[in-house]
């Protein structure tokens, strides 16, 4: 069944997160901040909304796109064991590739979008590659 979905609908619905931890991944407390847009592929197109920073996490099953809608982040990568950061900012995106372990730090008044394949993989310690 092809449906169409309101981007600008979600977003209203999004609560504001004002200091998010990578803890909260494993014990709640976020439920509210990130809402799924539509499903897609093997996973989700989903929507955030908070400050501060996550865990770690990587994508077996594809590549992640992720989209500053709003506000700003620095993405951590970690490629041949050394950490890569790159600056997000509104309207800008990146492709996270499949298995590349990363995380959002810094992140202020973030509205991110994710494209984003399951399954999903979550680390709080520095993973290996």
């Excluded at 989903?46 to 809608?69: A, K, L």
């Excluded at 810094?106 to 509205?111: D, N």
């Excluded at 979008?113 to 590659?129: F, K, N």
Aim: charged share 20%; proline share 5%.
């Amino acid at each position: 069944m092809i449906e169409k979905k309101s981007l600008a609908d979600t977003l209203k619905r999004l609560t504001y997160l004002a200091e998010r931890t990578p803890e909260m991944a494993f014990n709640g407390g976020s439920e509210l901040a990130f809402l799924k847009v539509a499903p897609y592929r093997n996973g989700a197109i989903s929507v955030g909304y908070y400050s501060g920073n996550t865990e770690w996490e990587r994508h077996p099953g594809g590549d992640e796109i992720v989209m500053s809608i709003e506000g700003s982040t620095t993405l951590v990568f970690l490629v041949n064991g050394e950490q890569q950061r790159i600056s997000l900012n509104t309207g800008e995106l990146v492709v996270v590739p499949q298995n590349c372990w990363h995380r959002f730090e810094g992140s202020r008044h973030l509205k991110v979008l994710g494209v984003t394949p399951e399954p999903t993989e979550h680390s709080l310690e520095l993973p290996g590659d």
